[in-house]
């Protein structure tokens, strides 16, 4: 397998959080977006919408989307699993990582922060303003959902789907200088995620295309 | 069940299709987002987060996140699936239900079209440039998937997950005046999914809250 992603890339760190727990190999593919490599044509024939990550089976065939490509591996690899064996389990998990992948990360990720200082002409305390706003609703919301059903990760003694969402929005979180404080059982879940090697192997800081 | 939802809400209306392709029935329980009836005390008891689409399991157990719950409901409910059998096209069916539901839906729901207005000062014209700009970006994505394999739904000869969030984007796209050309397998499906009876009981005009 091959893994087209970019160190700093939040749905990229996702993914390789998920392959590192499944203990596979991976060929890791840097993209460097900050540079707009995903809009060169060596990238837009692997993806047309220029978006990473994208997971390339050794068969040829390429996954897009992030939250799609973890459920495939965990289909594709079961062992250790990354939902629940439960329906309700399921579900909770799937929303979790959803507040994550549909409530805060869209709006913040880099094409939309270049829209608005390019098109809306939002300046640095604007911009930022409008990162934390997200940030803080949308963990606000998570922290509420495991506030009401305690455990050490996002659900329950594992890592889950939720977790490989989670990790990374706290990293971009910390680097926006986001307000953590009150979310006690997000950062345990955070803190739990990150005495795992998986995690640890998955960061930014440990990828091949890492810069300072 | 119970479903907590509002007839505009295009989270909401993707779980009424995948109710009524499932044939099952619920109880329809109005939140009107308009007036702000989520941020009011009988809804935040239901949910902290203020968001709907909420369903409420006849065990009194709640599910929130439209896409969460519909894989619910599959899960509960196989038939008719709304995921493909094989692993390799449930991934590529939920890589395009998440074009929509974390590439376009975000930007341009209510709470973001507020902020943009109040808080960033955006003017009509620039709130519309906006919407019209995600909304463009996203559907061409999805056309170039959809392109790529083509079908008489977005994936495969019967309904989806896909067709569950891509038809109350474009309800929403044809509301904000969006450019719809160039986009024929999109909307071949889109009419495809509107000849359907399921598809035109759960769409805004049928709603029982429904407001011209």
């Given at each position: 397998m091959k893994l087209y992603n970019y160190f700093r890339s939040s749905a990229s760190f996702r993914v390789r959080i998920a392959l590192e727990l499944k203990g596979l190999g991976y060929g890791y593919v840097p993209v460097h977006l900050a540079k707009g490599e995903q809009k060169q044509p060596g990238f837009t024939q692997v993806s047309a919408e220029g978006l990473v990550p994208v997971l390339e089976l050794d068969g040829g065939q390429r996954l897009t989307q992030s939250m799609a490509i973890i459920e495939y591996l965990d289909e594709a690899h079961?062992?250790?699993?990354?939902?629940?064996?439960?329906a309700a389990g399921r579900a909770r998990v799937r929303a979790l990582a959803q507040i994550i992948a549909c409530e805060i990360h869209p709006l913040n990720n880099l094409r939309v922060l270049k829209y608005l200082v390019h098109e809306l002409k939002a300046g640095d305390s604007a911009k930022n303003a409008w990162y934390q706003h997200w940030v803080r609703l949308g963990l606000q919301s998570y922290e509420a959902q495991l506030a009401a059903h305690p455990s050490p990760f996002s659900h329950g003694s594992t890592p889950t789907l939720a977790d490989c969402c989670l990790v990374p929005q706290i990293f971009n979180a910390q680097r926006f200088d986001c307000d953590l404080a009150g979310l006690p059982r997000t950062m345990a879940a955070f803190d739990a995620c990150m005495q795992l090697g998986a995690f640890q192997k998955a960061q930014p800081s440990a990828c091949p295309d890492f810069e300072a």
């Open positions: 079961p062992q250790p699993p990354l939902l629940p064996a439960d």
